[in-house]
């Protein structure tokens, strides 16, 4: 066996993997037209499915080469039916990005935009509904990556029932860590990419999301070639196969993941990720270090953390001292807050992140950085 050097990534994904999973790449050569290949991604589909219960008879996934991005553009170029209007309940930086789209695309939207510190006002978006009628679909990242903050996706998915929308969640950070139930939270369709929650690599994105939605998005308005949803949901459903060439390797290892993800269970996994959360909070206080957001709003996956005031703080050389011990960390500003990130993703532990906080206790002495 291989021995391949272990690192503990605390950036908001990719994250840290099992040898398995990384080893699962190392296959014969294979013609992704194979029927061999098409059996796999048969089984695949129905496994993403289970992880977030979505019944078979309702829901479909579909896979794409792409990083998690191309979910969102997918999505929102599709799924808004024409002379209708997307609305964004936006209140950080991927749902930010969603609206990057909406504009890219030229596709009429509504960008509610509230304090990124906080969830947003579930009054607000009910007016919001009320006064726009012409609302198709309703859009809310479900773990804003940036802060940490969780969005309460199943009272959001409720409204946009009510007032006769779909709803979209960008479930990216939080799937396959968080439990998700499609039919109980209201989600119409989710999306996430291998590399994050269910700790495979980068380059699979996939889209859960109901039959009958994007079968009548047929007649939708088309907005791009690549990533249209209904074109690859077709092409699936006639062929078993992607439109185009496939991440070959990278769903070898997807399916390694759900393997294991399926032996430790949900409510294991998510148990651990917060244990691990648990450690970060209780190392960063126990430093001195403030954070931005408070806990109850909190997803119990990312954790931002304030630059200290002390001059000698230098969040290059930190990350240096810490990447050179095997420990990344991830800087980012939220709003005009200078901050880093420390996040519960990936198989990590807590001892990682006892033997992490050594490292960085190690570094603030190095470079005489006072909390
Ligand atoms: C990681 C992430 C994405 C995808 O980002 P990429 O850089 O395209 O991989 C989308 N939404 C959320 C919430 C994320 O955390």
């Given at each position: ?16 993997t099992t ?11 294979i ?26 008879n ?5 896979l ?8 969102i ?13 997307v609305?964004v309940?936006?209140?950080?930086a ?11 695309y ?28 012409d609302?198709a ?6 773990h804003?990556?940036?802060t ?13 029932h ?11 950070s ?24 269910l700790?495979?690599?980068s380059?699979l ?10 079968k009548?998005?047929?007649?939708y ?6 990533c ?12 078993g196969?992607?439109?185009?060439t496939?991440?070959v390797?990278?769903?070898?290892a997807?399916i390694q993941?759900l ?9 294991a ?23 931005v ?5 909190e ?19 930190v990350?240096?001292?810490c ?15 200078n ?20 490292v960085l206790?190690d570094a603030?002495?190095?470079?005489s950085?006072?909390?």
């Amino acid at each position: 066996m291989m021995s391949i050097k272990r690192n503990v990534l605390l950036n908001p994904g990719p994250a840290t993997t099992t040898d398995t999973v990384k080893l699962a790449q190392v296959v014969p050569d294979i013609c992704p037209r194979e029927q061999e290949f098409a059996g796999l991604m048969k089984g695949l589909r129905s496994d993403l499915q289970k992880v977030v219960h979505a019944p078979e008879n309702e829901y479909t996934s579909v896979l794409f080469c792409g990083s998690g991005t191309i979910n969102i553009d997918i999505c929102i170029n599709s799924l808004v039916p024409e002379g209708k209007k997307v609305l964004v309940v936006n209140n950080g930086a991927y749902n930010t990005r969603a609206v990057e789209v909406c504009q890219m695309y030229h596709i009429p939207h509504i960008d509610l935009k509230s304090s990124v510190f906080e969830q947003p006002d579930l009054t607000v978006v009910e007016q919001t509904l009320k006064d726009n009628p012409d609302v198709a679909v309703v859009y809310c990242c479900h773990h804003e990556t940036g802060t940490g903050v969780l969005n309460p996706i199943r009272e959001i998915g409720a409204l946009a029932h009510q007032y006769g929308a779909i709803f979209v969640s960008d479930t990216t950070s939080s799937l396959g860590m968080i439990p998700l139930d499609v039919v109980k939270d209201n989600v119409d369709f989710c999306m996430a990419s291998a590399q994050k929650g269910l700790m495979a690599m980068s380059g699979l994105s996939f889209i859960i999301g109901k039959t009958d939605i994007i079968k009548a998005s047929k007649n939708y308005p088309t907005r791009s070639y690549y990533c249209n949803l209904y074109l690859q949901y077709e092409y699936f459903e006639k062929t078993g196969e992607m439109h185009f060439t496939p991440p070959v390797q990278t769903i070898y290892a997807t399916i390694q993941a759900l393997k294991e993800y399926f032996e430790v269970g949900e409510e294991a996994k998510f148990a651990r990720h917060r244990r691990v959360y648990e450690a970060i909070r209780e190392g960063v206080t126990e430093l001195g270090f403030k954070t931005v957001i408070d806990p109850k709003i909190e997803s119990g996956l990312v954790v931002s953390v304030k630059y200290p005031d002390d001059p000698n703080w230098s969040f290059e050389k930190v990350h240096d001292y810490c990447y050179q011990r095997g420990f990344t960390i991830y800087p980012g500003k939220i709003s005009t807050t200078n901050t880093f990130r420390l996040c519960a993703l990936g198989t990590i532990d807590v001892k990682d992140i006892e033997d992490f906080f050594v490292v960085l206790k190690d570094a603030l002495k190095e470079y005489s950085i006072k909390l």
